[in-house]
């Protein structure tokens, strides 16, 4: 039976680079979760009898959202209903099973890198027809329906059983429970040289894969310890838990601090990886040697050619505005088009699907291909492995000829967390007002060449965004952006993005944040940091 719940809004269900994300308990709230689903279906056209992909990265309240969003999906229409084994699905599967079935969209339950539990956050996000995260169109009419809904339909049936793979009727559709793990494993096998990998391991090659007891768990070790054969242990805390076991599923240098110690002692594996809480995003340590996430992008894309899926050459790369300019350069090396857009992966989605991109990624540690439209951790990973194998060389070995030939962006994102809102948005503000002074200004040594706010007109739909980060070009080369997050549940997140270029091999090899230190101590100063946030230095530094 399909029942009408009469509802009334909530303020704030405003999506943000990659859905909508609160505290748990705000999700807990009577009604909150179904407004929002509801807000959906009601944004949707031409979906009756349709198939919708639906699964979380098992997070706290993961099993209970499933329930409603199931039951809301099938009283508004959807005939078929795939749903990962426990309700659970990382991102990047999600997206190669909407691509696979040609499914009409799916709704994805996470908050990706962010903690969870009971006080820890939660997230949904709707990916359309092509696998990727809904444009801004979509979203921006969601948000305005969450303002004006007065009513949602649910089927009023008993809960389903997710834990049992197999298919069951409900209501006038159909829910099928699949294995989450295995058509993504597919996907993964015809991308790369799964016996060359192989044969690395049989070497005595080693990695150390730490899933964070996130969703990744059981994809790395189905792939990377039962098909690759890297051995029983491989993977470090495989199962996935509702709090992730107390874990910030974030894989960074501060929440994986355990992997980088390892990696930089002498006999540590040759290869420490992780990745995050929906599997979305990644971290690559060699033995000795930290590949920045934006370094690990410019060295996948100047490397594809040597795994089967990219043999014949990638068509052109894509990076987000903040992520440092490193891939530029191997896009000029490759002889093809790089292109800048904005945070969120939704705006890679527009040049996969048009051909004109086929390597993408991001500062934050998501690259990904257009093998789905989502980024992707284990194909990093994967291809990180592909690539070592080929070549024969380690990680440090790869990292460093890569600088020699393009030189190094020493690179640097300072994060300024949970700050008030009013001093983060007061502060860039401030900067935006001050643009037109920028140019010509000298700081010492150093001289501002250009400043603006960054915008993005969209070379496939003509969608403009604006207002998308205010960046200050220095004559020498070197760059700093302004940025809030769209991703945190409280307060503000001031990302500062700090970059300069080193051409020569003898200056290669400082410490970053030595590197840096000039640039670092002028982007407090000018943008008046601790006077705006109240803070003297970052919350977090990668």
């Not at 100047?302 to 795994?307: D, E, Q, S, V």
Request: charged fraction near 20%.
């Amino acid at each position: 039976m399909i029942a009408a719940i009469a509802t009334t809004p909530f303020e704030g269900q405003k999506p943000g680079t990659s859905g909508l994300r609160k505290k748990t308990p705000v999700f807990q709230q009577p009604r909150y979760l179904e407004n929002f689903v509801q807000a959906i279906m009601d944004c949707l056209e031409g979906f009756e009898g349709a198939t919708l992909v639906v699964g979380g990265d098992g997070r706290y309240f993961n099993r209970e959202a499933i329930q409603i969003v199931l039951k809301i999906a099938l009283a508004n229409g959807f005939g078929r209903i795939l749903v990962g084994q426990g309700g659970v699905l990382s991102t990047p599967a999600a997206s190669n099973l909407i691509r696979k079935n040609r499914a009409f969209g799916g709704i994805v339950l996470s908050a990706s890198h962010n903690p969870g539990g009971p006080d820890g956050d939660f997230g949904i996000k709707y990916n359309v027809g092509n696998g990727g995260p809904a444009p801004e169109k979509l979203t921006d009419a969601i948000y305005e329906r969450t303002k004006t809904i007065a009513h949602y339909k649910i089927l009023e049936a008993p809960d389903v059983d997710v834990d049992t793979l197999g298919t069951v009727r409900l209501g006038g559709g159909e829910i099928e429970v699949i294995d989450p793990v295995s058509d993504y494993a597919e996907l993964m096998r015809g991308l790369f040289d799964f016996e060359r990998i192989a044969a690395l391991f049989r070497s005595g090659f080693r990695l150390r894969f730490d899933a964070m007891s996130a969703v990744t768990g059981p994809y790395a070790i189905r792939i990377f310890e039962e098909l690759l054969g890297a051995g029983a242990g491989t993977v470090m805390n495989g199962t996935p838990l509702p709090d992730f076991g107390g874990h910030h599923p974030d894989p960074n240098l501060v929440h994986c601090k355990h992997l980088l110690d390892l990696a930089m002692t002498p006999d540590g594996p040759d290869l420490c990886a992780a990745s995050d809480g929906d599997g979305d995003r990644n971290l690559i340590i060699g033995r000795g040697q930290f590949a920045t996430p934006s370094d690990s992008l410019a060295i996948l894309a100047a490397n594809a050619r040597l795994a089967p899926g990219y043999a014949g050459g990638i068509a052109g790369i894509a990076r987000s505005m903040p992520t440092s300019r490193a891939a530029d350069r191997v896009a000029q090396g490759l002889g093809v088009k790089l292109y800048e857009t904005p945070t969120g992966w939704k705006f890679f989605g527009n040049l996969l699907d048009a051909g004109l991109a086929t390597i993408c990624g991001e500062e934050s540690a998501g690259t990904g291909s257009n093998h789905v439209r989502e980024k992707d951790g284990l194909w990093a990973v994967l291809l990180w492995l592909n690539i070592l194998a080929a070549r024969g060389e380690s990680v440090k070995a790869v990292v460093v000829s890569h600088w020699a030939r393009y030189g190094r962006n020493y690179y640097s994102r300072h994060d300024y967390e949970e700050v008030a809102s009013d001093g983060a948005n007061a502060l860039v503000k401030a900067l935006r007002e001050g643009l037109p002074a920028f140019k010509g200004k000298r700081f010492g040594g150093l001289a501002i060449a250009s400043a603006d706010d960054f915008s993005y007109h969209d070379p496939v739909d003509g969608s403009d965004s604006t207002h998308q980060g205010v960046r200050l070009h220095f004559e020498d080369g070197a760059r700093i952006v302004y940025r809030l997050s769209g991703t945190g549940t409280e307060g503000a997140t001031l990302r500062v993005y700090i970059e300069r270029f080193e051409p020569d091999p003898a200056g290669q090899n400082l410490e970053t944040q030595e590197a840096l230190a000039e640039l670092i101590a002028l982007s407090r100063e000018i943008a008046q940091i601790e006077r705006y946030t109240g803070r003297a230095a970052p919350s977090v530094i990668t």
